[in-house]
């Protein structure tokens, strides 16, 4: 058996793990990755710019400028995030678990863009094969209602640079 197949089986069991579909998890990395592009590429960059770092941060300012009605369809659509947010990963007293993050007084936006992000680097830095067995449909509920946000936020009427980015190849 070579290699490949070695790693392949490896990398099976770990998505198996995750309990979301490869295609759901798939399409959630590159819709996120070209997403964080297509910010930069629109001028939410780190001032002063380095390795042309996203700012998010400059993007929920901008955000936070929008009428209520244009934001309406991404907090929509992220619902279940805002409810149910992404738990952070910690350690206590040597044992990896979760933490409900607070709110800390954030815009329901602010807070939404917050769990995207939680989403993404959870599943890029955490352990989300940890997930309680007894929640056998979280994580793809995180992972299916954040590809949702993506698309929302690109279909804001104001968000036309960032769509260009996005769909520019």
């Known amino acids: 058996m070579g290699a490949t197949s070695v790693n392949g089986d490896l990398v099976d ?3 198996e793990a995750l309990r979301v579909p490869s295609d759901l998890l798939l399409g959630f990395f590159v819709s996120f990755s070209r997403f964080e592009y297509a910010l930069r590429a629109a001028g ?18 901008w955000l936070d400028t929008l009428e209520p009605a244009e934001v309406a369809p991404v907090l929509q659509a992220g619902k279940y995030l805002l409810d149910h947010p992404p738990k952070r990963l910690v350690v206590r007293d040597g044992v990896p678990g979760w933490e409900v993050p607070g709110r800390d007084g954030q815009t329901d936006m602010r807070f939404l863009m917050e769990a995207l992000r939680r989403a993404r680097n ?48």
């Open 44 to 61: 939410f960059r780190q001032d002063p710019p380095k390795e042309a770092e996203v700012s998010w941060d400059r993007f929920e300012n």
């Open 13 to 15: 069991r770990m998505v």
């Open 122 to 169: 959870n599943l890029f830095h955490g352990g989300k094969w940890l997930t309680a067995p007894e929640l056998p449909d979280r994580n793809e509920r995180v992972i299916s209602t954040a590809s949702n946000v993506l698309p929302a936020l690109r279909r804001m009427p104001s968000a036309e640079n960032i769509r260009y980015h996005f769909e520019l190849y």
